[in-house]
């Protein structure tokens, strides 16, 4: 259940933690697009690496479980 339990959190906190950067790279770069052809290229790429965030972060959660 602990492994569960870690895996979930982690991965969370690694869709959070993709959140905040992309949040962060608007703020200071300003918008990324310029129309809607680039606005659906950035959130097809904010999809990708938002996944890749979430299974780093759950197999980090994972591993965590195994060593307690």
């Known amino acids: 259940m ?4 870690l895996t979930v959190l982690f991965a969370i906190i690694g869709l959070l933690l993709s959140i905040a950067l992309f949040y962060l790279a608007g703020s200071i770069w300003g918008p990324l697009y310029q129309g809607e052809d680039e606005a659906t290229r950035n959130f097809k790429i904010f999809l990708l690496v938002s996944l890749g965030f979430i299974v780093v972060g759950g197999f980090a959660g994972y591993r965590v479980a195994g060593k307690a």
Do not use: E, K, M
Request: proline share 0%; net charge positive; glycine share 0%.
């Open 2 to 5: 602990r492994a569960v339990f």
